[in-house]
């Protein structure tokens, strides 16, 4: 204790100029809305450049694993492509009809590929960062999917990094979907819990349809494109109105294994917005009238 006193004494300048210091620079940024936007931003862009870091030590150990999975998943694409592709020559007589329509379905969409550096599952409204931003071609309210199905909606942007809302977002995660070609659609909506479930809402009651069959993306919407993989229906009940189903659904996705995913940049989302705005302001109109 006496030698703890020594040190207090002999150096206490020292330590009383420390925490001067310390106080001066919490009040400098706490209370100066410059300063505090300045070291508001020098943080973030530290905490993502840490964030990657890390992701990309944890991709590294998992490639094996991953390139083998995408491998396989490519190979079965490739037959689904080339099935369809005979099929519809045999239908249409015209071996060239399957690969122009592909074409011209592509040549609206822009995949950007990217890799998340932070994620949760077990929060009630989980985010996602990827490490792709405003210059490399991505804005808010695009689609993010993964290999295995979708994952999310773009939801705040900058230069080099972006926030998703997953679709484990019980508060803000509603996407359009159907049950795959039977075309009858609902909302998915996830309750929080375990993060392979979640629900689709608002199925018509004279939908007709079998445990085991896939929900994918309906295309209703300007942020996915229709058949983009969401998850096996395993159980059916009916609403609490009586008037429609509530669909249990298994997600495709593994969010707790989440590492590459791609933005899906859609040209025509301007276009339809602007159309449907346009539509809800003449509406508007009419009604003041």
Same mark, same amino acid.
């Given at each position: 204790?006496?030698?703890?006193?020594?040190?207090?004494?002999?150096?206490?300048?020292?330590?009383?100029?420390?925490?001067?210091?310390?106080?001066?620079?919490?009040?400098?940024?706490?209370?100066?809305?410059?300063?505090?936007?300045?070291?508001?931003?020098?943080?973030?862009?530290?905490?993502?450049?840490?964030?990657?870091?890390?992701?990309?030590?944890?991709?590294?150990?998992?490639?094996?694993?991953?390139?083998?999975?995408?491998?396989?998943?490519?190979?079965?694409?490739?037959?689904?492509?080339?099935?369809?592709?005979?099929?519809?020559?045999?239908?249409?007589?015209?071996?060239?009809?399957?690969?122009?329509?592909?074409?011209?379905?592509?040549?609206?969409?822009?995949?950007?590929?990217?890799?998340?550096?932070?994620?949760?599952?077990?929060?009630?409204?989980?985010?996602?960062?990827?490490?792709?931003?405003?210059?490399?071609?991505?804005?808010?309210?695009?689609?993010?999917?993964?290999?295995?199905?979708?994952?999310? &909606? *773009?939801?705040?942007?900058?230069?080099?990094? =972006?926030?998703?809302?997953?679709?484990?977002? $019980? %508060?803000?995660?509603? #996407? @359009?979907?159907?049950?795959?070609?039977?075309?009858?659609?609902?909302?998915?909506?996830?309750?929080?819990?375990?993060?392979?479930?979640?629900?689709?809402?608002?199925?018509?009651?004279?939908?007709?349809?079998?445990?085991?069959?896939?929900?994918?993306?309906?295309?209703?919407?300007?942020?996915?494109?229709?058949?983009?993989?969401?998850?096996?229906?395993?159980?059916?009940?009916?609403?609490?109105?009586?008037?429609?189903?509530?669909?249990?659904?298994?997600?495709?996705?593994?969010?707790?294994?989440?590492?590459? &995913? *791609?933005?899906?940049?859609?040209?025509?989302? =301007?276009?339809?917005?602007?159309?449907?705005? $346009? %539509?809800?302001?003449? #509406? @508007?109109?009419?009604?003041?009238?």
């Amino acid at each position: 204790m006496r030698n703890l006193l020594d040190f207090l004494y002999k150096y206490h300048h020292w330590l009383v100029f420390v925490l001067l210091e310390v106080v001066s620079v919490v009040l400098l940024f706490k209370y100066n809305s410059y300063h505090n936007s300045v070291w508001f931003s020098s943080a973030n862009a530290v905490a993502g450049k840490a964030y990657e870091l890390e992701s990309k030590m944890t991709s590294y150990i998992a490639m094996a694993e991953l390139n083998e999975q995408l491998t396989l998943r490519n190979i079965y694409q490739e037959r689904q492509l080339d099935q369809l592709r005979r099929l519809y020559a045999e239908a249409t007589k015209d071996t060239t009809a399957a690969e122009r329509e592909e074409l011209a379905f592509l040549s609206n969409y822009k995949l950007v590929p990217a890799k998340v550096v932070e994620n949760s599952i077990h929060r009630a409204e989980n985010l996602i960062t990827i490490d792709k931003g405003r210059k490399d071609g991505v804005e808010p309210d695009m689609g993010v999917a993964c290999g295995n199905g979708i994952v999310g &909606v *773009v939801y705040l942007v900058s230069d080099h990094y =972006a926030v998703v809302i997953s679709a484990l977002n $019980a %508060a803000s995660s509603r #996407i @359009s979907c159907s049950i795959r070609n039977r075309g009858y659609f609902g909302y998915l909506h996830w309750y929080g819990g375990d993060p392979s479930v979640a629900y689709v809402e608002d199925v018509p009651r004279h939908a007709k349809f079998k445990l085991g069959e896939w929900m994918v993306t309906s295309g209703f919407s300007s942020i996915f494109p229709s058949g983009v993989l969401v998850g096996k229906i395993e159980q059916a009940y009916n609403s609490s109105d009586g008037l429609s189903y509530k669909l249990k659904v298994r997600l495709s996705t593994d969010f707790g294994n989440l590492r590459d &995913v *791609v933005v899906i940049s859609d040209k025509s989302i =301007a276009e339809r917005a602007a159309l449907m705005q $346009a %539509a809800r302001d003449s #509406i @508007s109109f009419k009604q003041r009238q």
